[in-house]
C-alpha cells in the first residue's frame, strides 16, 4: 500500500497521461506500466535495516525515517556510518530518479527535510568525542540552500571531534569573515552545488587573505571540482565529506600549507 502523502504526491505530480510523457521525453528504459515506486524499489539496498530508511528517504516521511534509524542503532549500526550508509543512499534514489525526470522538485524537498531530520537524529545518537581537536567554521555559499552535504560535512567533523560553528546556508561572504575573526579555526569549509554561487569561495578566499588569515579553506559540493578550487590561493578541493574530517587532522598533525595539502588531497 502507498502511504497516503505520496499518493497525494502522486496526484500532483503524476497523471497516467502526464507520467507517460515524461517517460517518453526521457526515453526512460522502464515498462510502461512503472510508477516512480516501482523505479525507486529497483534502486534501494537488499539490506533488511537500510532498505526502510533509503525508503523512507524517497517516501519523505520522517517518522519512518527516525524509526528505520531507531532499529538499525539498536541492531549496532554506528549512527554517523548511517548518514552514508543509508541517509545517502536513499536520497542517491532521489538524485537518480530527479535527473532522469521521473520525480520532481517538491518530491526533492520532502526527500530532502526528512534526511536532514535523519541527520540531526544519527548526530543526537553519537557519542560525540570529549576532547575538541579544533574549530571549524562551514557553510554554504551566498546564494545557495543546497545544504545536505554542509550537514554531512558537520555531522561528521562533530564526529571526529571538532568544535563546528555552522553558519548555514546562503551565507554572505562578510558573515563568514566574521566567523573567522571570532572563532579563530584552524579550517573553513564551503559547499556550493550551483555554478552561479561557487564565485563566492573566490570572494572569501580574497577576504581572508587581506584580512592577513591564512587559513586553509576546504570546499566542495556538486558544482565545484579540483581545478575550479585551486583557482584560488586557500582552496583545498574535497570530493567526499568524509575528506572534511581528514583535511582537518592532517592540519591538526601539522600540514598546514596549502600546497602540502593539496598534494595530500588532491587527485594528480
Ligand atoms: C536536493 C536538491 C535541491 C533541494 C535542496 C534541499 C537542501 N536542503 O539542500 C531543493 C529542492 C530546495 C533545491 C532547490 C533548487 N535547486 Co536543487 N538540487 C537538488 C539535487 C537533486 C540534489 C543535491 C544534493 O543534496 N545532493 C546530495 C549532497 C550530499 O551532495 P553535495 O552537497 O554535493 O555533497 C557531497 C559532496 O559534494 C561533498 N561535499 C559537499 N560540501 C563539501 C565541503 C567539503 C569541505 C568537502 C570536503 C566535501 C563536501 O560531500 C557530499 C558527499 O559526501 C541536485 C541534483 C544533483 N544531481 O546534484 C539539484 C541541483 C543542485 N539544484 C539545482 C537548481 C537549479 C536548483 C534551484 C535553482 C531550482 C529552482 N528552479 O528553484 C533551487 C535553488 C535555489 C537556491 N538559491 O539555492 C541544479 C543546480 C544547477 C547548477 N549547476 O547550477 C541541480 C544540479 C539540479 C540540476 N541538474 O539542474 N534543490
Not at 506500466?33 to 534502486?43: I, K, Q, R, S, Y
Not at 534514489?93 to 544519527?122: H, K, Q, W
Not at 546562503?170 to 572563532?183: F, I, K, R, T, Y
Request: hydrophobic share 45%; proline share 4%.
Amino acid at each position: 500500500m502507498l502511504k497516503s502523502k505520496w499518493r497525494f504526491r502522486n496526484m500532483l505530480d503524476f497523471t497516467e497521461a502526464s507520467l507517460k510523457k515524461v517517460l517518453t521525453r526521457y526515453n526512460v528504459a522502464l515498462e510502461k506500466a512503472m510508477t516512480p515506486e516501482d523505479a525507486a524499489e529497483e534502486l534501494y539496498p537488499k539490506d533488511e535495516l537500510i532498505y526502510p530508511i533509503a525508503k523512507a528517504i524517497f517516501e519523505g516521511e520522517e517518522d519512518d525515517v527516525i524509526e528505520g534509524l531507531e532499529a538499525a542503532i539498536k541492531a549496532g549500526k554506528d549512527p554517523i556510518a548511517l548518514i552514508d550508509d543509508a541517509l545517502m543512499v536513499g536520497m542517491g534514489v532521489v538524485t537518480r530518479l530527479y535527473d532522469e525526470g521521473i520525480i520532481f522538485l517538491p518530491n526533492v524537498m520532502m526527500s530532502a527535510d526528512a534526511m536532514l531530520d535523519g541527520i540531526e537524529f544519527c548526530k543526537e545518537n553519537s557519542e560525540t568525542a570529549p576532547v575538541t581537536k579544533g574549530t571549524v567554521v562551514c557553510h554554504v555559499a551566498e546564494g545557495d540552500v543546497h545544504d545536505i552535504g554542509k550537514n554531512i560535512v558537520t555531522a561528521l567533523l562533530r564526529a571526529n571531534g571538532y568544535n563546528v560553528v555552522d553558519l548555514g546556508r546562503d551565507v554572505p561572504v562578510d558573515e563568514v569573515l566574521n566567523a573567522v575573526a571570532e572563532n579563530n579555526p584552524i579550517l573553513v569549509t564551503g559547499t556550493a552545488l550551483m555554478t552561479t554561487t561557487m564565485y563566492a569561495f573566490k570572494e572569501v578566499n580574497d577576504k581572508l587573505l587581506e584580512k592577513g588569515y591564512k587559513i586553509p579553506f576546504a570546499c566542495g559540493g556538486g558544482a565545484v571540482n579540483q581545478d575550479f578550487v585551486s583557482q584560488y590561493a586557500l582552496g583545498v578541493y574535497g570530493e567526499e565529506a568524509a575528506d572534511a574530517p581528514k583535511i582537518a587532522d592532517a592540519i591538526v598533525a601539522g600540514t598546514t600549507d596549502i600546497a602540502a595539502l593539496r598534494d595530500k588531497f588532491h587527485k594528480h
